[in-house]
């Protein structure tokens, strides 16, 4: 039986409708960055699906009665019980988003000149890791570079490189060892409960800490028991504890899986650590228990993190990805395999397979679906991750040239994603008319964030 959304649809929210000659123009002027784009030319939003995600009528009834006291307001037991009912740590602090979490807790947890491991590290993430003045190595498992490759858990971390890296010169240095799931940098793969208990064997063994960065933590979970043999009979919400269980601490943006527009946490088991996050966290973000988010934000938290672990909003998500998914093979275009639940990778760089990296297939394609469809989406290939030189040019290519096309929760139907589709089959047929694009403008830190670049025609 098919399934269907466990909801419908009460508030709308009017979307943009453009016209190319409107869209040509508002791209030259955002100097084709998409994140300078104003929202209002933007008619599919698929950029992030963070902080996007459409709010219950629970949530507003929870938001609307917040409590805003300083200190222990009702809103902070409810985010604080709603966290408990899926991890069992005994120190929990909310903050404002997920970077500020990883900034307080790789801040406390990491000292300079260690080494962070991780199956990927999110980009924030990396950044808050070489802030506190360590270094983030990336060992994803052998598979996930196979972008074709169906492996249901392309999001593990190579245990071989692991326990090599634990046991070898670097293992001292190593501070801890963290787990991205689902792993966004690494195609919203997930990450497999077998992979995270031989994480937690090897941390015991070497002594190193293991953290979860989890902002989506029910999308994994629910993939866990589609996948992996003996979790066909758990709910979502029982292997999401299981998972907590396994780890030292865990950051997480709540703009993701707790369908929030705002907050983070961070839940450590170790008192002493605890007690060093809560001085940066009362310094920086604010007191223990709102920790810079109103009592409307930890109450649509508190709200958001029961309904996403609901089983038939789940299944219903991922099966819209999946069906998405198909739209996009049947229009011509490769995606990283297998679809995961938040996003789809096309694999702009097979599409685009005329165009050097040079003249950034993935941003090429990126624009083509905004000035064909009025779609947003954010490139991940070479003018993400390629290195340059200081006239902007590509020395070192991403090695691969992707797109991501990022589903926010409960947000968009059937038929919005069906006209993605279209508008990406319609490109497809003539893949040799996109144009190249070069740099004219490239800050050294974030760069992505505040390119600007120019199209070649
Ligand atoms: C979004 C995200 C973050 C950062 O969270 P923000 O709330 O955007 O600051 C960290 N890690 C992962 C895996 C994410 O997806």
């Known amino acids: 039986m098919k399934s269907f959304p466990p909801y419908r649809v009460q508030v709308v929210k009017e979307i943009p409708i453009t016209t190319r000659q409107e869209r040509e123009e508002a791209l030259a002027r955002a100097g084709y960055n998409m994140f300078d784009l104003p929202a209002n030319m933007v008619t599919i939003d698929l950029l992030t ?59 406390t947890a990491l000292k300079p000149g260690q080494i962070s491991l991780s199956n990927t590290h999110f980009d924030t993430t990396r950044a808050n890791v070489e802030l506190a003045g360590a270094q983030a190595r990336d060992l994803p498992c052998p598979e996930a570079a196979d972008l074709d490759s169906r492996d249901p858990f392309k999001g593990n971390i190579d245990l071989g490189a692991l326990e090599e890296t634990l046991s070898g010169p670097d293992g001292s240095r190593v501070g801890q060892v963290l787990i991205t799931i689902t792993n966004n940098g690494g195609g919203g793969q997930p990450v497999s409960m077998a ?154 760089g097979r599409l685009l397979q005329h165009m050097p990296p040079h003249g950034f297939p993935g941003h090429a394609l990126a624009c083509e679906l905004y000035l064909a469809g009025g779609i947003r989406c954010a490139e991940l290939g070479s003018l993400y991750l390629g290195t340059f030189d200081d006239e902007h040019n590509l020395i070192t290519p991403a090695p691969f040239e992707l797109v991501r096309l990022a589903i926010p929760r409960r ?32 800050p050294q830190l974030l760069r992505h964030f505040n390119l600007k670049l120019r199209q070649v025609s």
């Open 195 to 348: 992979n995270l208990k031989a994480v937690r064997a090897l941390c015991d063994r070497f002594g190193v800490p293991f953290f979860l960065d989890a902002a989506r933590f029910a999308e994994n979970s629910w993939l866990i028991t589609q996948r992996e043999e003996g979790y066909a009979g758990k709910t979502p919400k029982e292997v999401a504890q299981e998972t907590f269980a396994l780890a030292d601490g865990f950051v997480a943006s709540l703009k993701k899986d707790a369908i929030a527009p705002m907050g983070a946490a961070i839940g450590v088991r170790d008192e002493n650590l605890a007690k060093q996050c809560e001085a940066i966290l009362i310094a920086t973000e604010g007191f223990r228990t709102y920790g810079g988010l109103g009592g409307h934000d930890l109450e649509r938290v508190a709200q958001g993190l029961r309904e996403v672990v609901d089983p038939n909003y789940l299944r219903n998500r991922a099966e819209e990805t999946a069906h998405f998914a198909r739209l996009i093979n049947e229009a011509g275009v490769d995606i990283v395999q297998p679809a995961g639940v938040h996003g789809l990778y096309l694999n702009a």
């Open 49 to 107: 699906d963070s902080g996007t995600g459409a709010v219950s009528a629970a949530q507003e009834a929870g938001a609307a009665a917040a409590d805003r006291s300083y200190a222990g307001s009702d809103s902070w037991f409810r985010f604080k019980s709603a966290l408990e009912d899926l991890t069992s740590f005994p120190h929990l602090f909310p903050v404002h988003q997920g970077r500020a979490a990883e900034r307080i807790l790789f801040s």
């Open 411 to 442: 947000t968009y139907t059937l038929a919005h994603l069906e006209y993605v589709a279209d508008v990406l089959a319609t490109i497809a047929k003539n893949p040799e008319s996109v144009p190249e694009y070069r740099v004219t403008h490239a």
